[in-house]
Structure formats: C-alpha cells, structure tokens
C-alpha cells in the first residue's frame, strides 16, 4: 500500500521566504522520484498486489480564483488547467509503473483543499483505465474507502473531519469485513507530519502520514515546520497485520540547478 498524502499539486513555495522551493516541475519531480522508490522496494519483495492510495488535498486549490473549497486563498504555482494536467500525468506515471508488474487498485478521497477537483480525478482515472486489466479504480464517490487484502482491512479518509469516530464509522460502513478481518487500519493525513504515535481507537489502529511539499509561507508564519518530507509504503502480510514499512525521504535541494540567485 503506497499512500500519496497531501501532494498539495500547485502549491509555490520561495526558499528566501518558507526555506524551500516548491512548484509544479518540483512537485511532479518528487512525486516520480518518492512513488518509484516505493514501488521498486515492493517489487524486490514480489509483492502479489499494490494500492495507490490518494489520500486528500492532491491538488493545492479547487478554483479556478486559486481558492481551496472553502474559499481560501493560497499561493500558488500557474493555472489550474496546467495543475490538472501536470497533476495527472503524475499520477499515471506511478499508476502505470506499479502496473507493468502488480495487478494495481487506487483509491483517492477528497481533502479539505480539493473537495470538487479530487472526484474529477477520480472520473479521470476510472476513464483512463476502463479497459485495462491490471488496473482497478475505487469507483464510489465518498470521503471514506475501504480496501481488503486476506485478514487486513485497510481504509483511507483525508483526516479533516470525523477523526475520532474512525472505529465506530469503520464498523458501521465496512460490517461485513469487519467480521472478515482481524487486522483494521485506518491510514489519514491533513497534518502534513508523521504523528508521533500510532494511535488505537477501539482496536483500530489510526495511521497519519507525512508529506512530501515543504511548508508554505501560511504554515511558516504559523510556525508549522520541522517535520520531515517524506512518503510511506506498507506491506501488508495475507495472514492479517504490517509485514514492512518504507520511507521514501525528499532529501534533494529543492533550488533548481543553475537557478539564478533572485
């Protein structure tokens, strides 16, 4: 299960202002370089099946006035139409690489920054790969997914709302694999940082991921920095429960070479 939490496409970052630069081109360059490196770690291990899960907030704004849903305004990196198709040709990149060796599933939930554009991806990708065998596309348009492998049942929700109630939700919406499996996960983001602690609601454990953008000038003002950059993959065993977990770091300067001092 490789989990693309709060890619935030479109995001701009100036390293003079936030410490790093981040726009599209750096964006699409770090989702290739983070997926692939979780990719090929799982195909050393001869994985039987992989989930892409698209965790919220995969696209920075939802407007064509550059707003998240809500109407907040953001800096951000050129026009939404350019966003949605660099957006896209990365995820299909990744798609297609895990592809050519696994059978892949995907999933995506919208964010609280992408509510409307998230689902238009969705309708992207279950077009794009309607007839491709190796492919299945989570086609229920809702906040919350389930995905089941053996005695694992492993759900995504973007983190934003309901946090808390997780469990309870997890048992009322997925009964029937709840009484399948013995090992329940939920997998979250928003917080743009690696919880300190797994935590464990009513059995379940409660995953929230890191991401891979650097802080903005909002979040460096409000003194969210520090945490590290990163994606993360799991291995899951058939028999229930995590086998491996992979971190793929951003660890490259995020200044483009030969850039000009500005």
Known sequence: VIVMSDLHMGSRSWRHTTGADYDLSIASDVVAK???DLIERGNGLRVARRSIILAGDTMHFDTVAGTTTSGTYLDRDSRLQKTIDTACAAIFRAIEHSAATVPTDVLIVPGNHDSALSFAIQKILIERYRNDRRVSVNGEFTSR?????????????????AKKRLAGLMALEASALWAKCHHREWHVGHLHHQAAEISTIDGVIIRTHPTIVPPDAWHVEGGFVGAERAMQGFVYAPEGGLHELHMSYVRTPDAKKGEAED
Do not use: M
């Not at 389930?146 to 934003?160: C, K």
């Open 34 to 36: 983070a997926s692939s």
């Open 145 to 161: 997914k389930y995905l089941n492998y053996g005695q694992n049942l492993i759900a995504v929700t973007h983190g934003d709302k």
